[in-house]
């Protein structure tokens, strides 16, 4: 049972235009909720986080929306950059955060110049 | 400071030898994971500790075994290498979230990228 469901797969956007993500949970006990960004050849490195009393987390051009009701999430990369270009992946994790993440798939970032 | 580093960062392996993926962490952190990253599956939890001397099963822990015996070390054992068990491997370390020191949930090494043949 996937308990973070992440869309799209794979996204290719132009160079300026908003790169969005969605991320679907199952878990209510989940109570903080990272993206990590990940480079070829590297680990992944959080990138902005959200815990569900709040419904919109903004860091310069990164912003999560938050939906509890829904047990949704979402990234959106306003001003997208080549240099955002990357695998993303949104993720779960509950309590103390000693049982760990629980990660999404993952989505493959293209931005076009 | 270096993070959280892992050695080796390739391996080979041939069906049914054992090896060890070495995660060193110098950050003084309490909780330690390993996890295994797929193509199309994410990042999947194999083992994780919370402390020295203390480890736990996660999502995915057959055919792997862990040891925490300083609080900044911890190891991956492959007993019987399997073709399935090609992967990259992560490792990560934290605070609990509950830290007020927490700046983010988990730092990430780099990887170790195993192929067992």
């Known amino acids: 049972q996937q308990q973070v469901k992440q869309s799209p797969q794979s996204l290719i956007v132009q160079k300026g235009g908003i790169s969005i993500i969605n991320c679907a949970y199952e878990?209510?006990?989940?109570?903080?909720f990272p993206w990590y960004q990940q480079f070829p050849g590297k680990g992944p490195a959080l990138l902005i986080a959200?815990?569900?009393?709040?419904s919109e987390k903004k860091e310069g051009r990164f912003t999560i929306s938050f939906n509890k009701s829904a047990k949704q999430f979402s990234l959106h990369i306003m001003d997208s950059q080549p240099g955002d270009s990357a695998t993303y992946f949104c993720?779960?994790?509950?309590?103390?955060?000693?049982?760990?993440?629980?990660f999404g798939k993952g989505t493959h970032l293209i931005i076009q110049p | 400071n270096a993070g959280v580093t892992q050695t080796p960062k390739f391996r080979v392996l041939k069906t049914g030898q054992s090896m060890t993926l070495l995660c060193a962490q110098d950050?003084?952190?309490?909780?330690m994971y390993w996890y295994r990253q797929d193509p199309g599956m994410g990042l999947r939890l194999i083992h994780y500790?919370?402390?020295?001397?203390?480890?736990a099963k996660g999502e995915v822990p057959d055919g792997y075994n862990v040891s925490r015996l300083k609080k900044q070390n911890f190891l991956l054992g492959l007993e019987s290498a399997a073709p399935s068990q090609t992967s990259v491997y992560f490792c990560?370390?934290?605070?609990?979230?509950?830290?007020?020191?927490?700046?983010?949930?988990?730092?990430f090494g780099d990887g170790t990228r195993l192929s067992i043949l």
């Open positions: 990560a370390s934290s605070y609990t979230l509950n830290d007020p020191r927490t700046g983010q949930p988990q730092h």
């Open positions: 878990n209510t006990a989940f109570d903080y």
């Open positions: 959200i815990r569900p009393d709040v």
């Open positions: 993720a779960a994790i509950m309590g103390g955060g000693a049982d760990g993440l629980t």
């Open positions: 950050m003084n952190h309490e909780y």
């Open positions: 500790s919370v402390g020295e001397g203390t480890t």
